[in-house]
């Protein structure tokens, strides 16, 4: 069964560091989302792709988050300087294509800790 | 107000009883919603989508009252298995998914 594959699941970063999280999503979905859970709540919506361009990243703090899909396929999320309140779980997911009602199927995540 | 509510629990049940939750959401412009099941830990998985007819799969049941605004979820027979963190879910034009900020239930022996 294809799936989305996200690394690393695990990330340990000491604050005002540099980290990136790289999403591959299952072959043939050109829509493409970060979403960004903390402990004990929904997950929320950091950027959307629709193949490389971004559709939605109103929610994304620009002054030191950063996505790219450069050719429409893998993503890289990054965060630089990184704080203690980024400590969440980052989870990539796709879906065939950006409209309602389209399941959207999610990696297993990466688990971000800042120290 | 924000766009998607659920009660976050936890909701302690015994195996075998039936529970039941809801969600109201604030977009009236919304026709259908997702319920996606989120094991401790582990990423979201669809667990049954919610039309205005309602859906049922198994002991799962949605229903979707659009006058009311709320989507609900009823779980029959409990498992230890459904223990889990529902969440609530509007998929409004453009794809992507707005959660709610889940519920848990607990299914004790």
């Known amino acids: 069964e294809a799936e989305v594959a996200q690394s690393p699941r695990y990330k340990i970063t000491e604050k005002s560091q540099a980290v990136a999280f790289w999403c591959d999503p299952i072959s043939g979905h050109a829509t493409l989302y970060w979403y960004r859970q903390i402990l004990g709540q929904g997950p929320e919506l950091l950027v959307q792709?629709?193949?490389?361009?971004?559709?939605?990243d109103s929610q994304l703090p620009k002054d030191r988050f950063s996505a790219e899909r450069l050719k429409g396929v893998d993503s890289t999320l990054k965060i630089q300087p990184a704080e203690l309140g980024d400590s969440a779980m980052y989870l990539c997911?796709?879906?065939?294509?950006?409209?309602?009602?389209?399941?959207?199927?999610f990696g297993q995540g990466t688990r971000l800790t800042v120290v | 107000r924000k766009e998607v509510e659920q009660d976050p629990g936890p909701f302690n049940v015994p195996e075998g009883a039936t529970v039941a939750f809801n969600c109201t959401y604030s977009?009236?412009?919304?026709?259908?919603f997702f319920w996606y099941r989120q094991d401790c830990r582990k990423e979201p998985k669809l667990l049954m989508s919610v039309y205005s007819s309602g859906n049922e799969d198994g002991r799962f049941t949605a229903q979707l009252n659009r006058a009311s605004q709320y989507i609900s979820l009823l779980i029959r027979d409990s498992k230890l298995s459904d223990s889990a963190t529902y969440l609530c879910v509007d998929p409004p034009q453009g794809g992507k998914l707005i959660f709610g900020q889940g519920t848990e239930l607990s299914v004790k022996p």
């Open positions: 977009n009236s412009a919304s026709q259908s």
């Open positions: 792709f629709q193949d490389e361009s971004v559709v939605d």
């Open positions: 997911a796709s879906s065939e294509e950006g409209k309602s009602n389209t399941e959207a199927f």
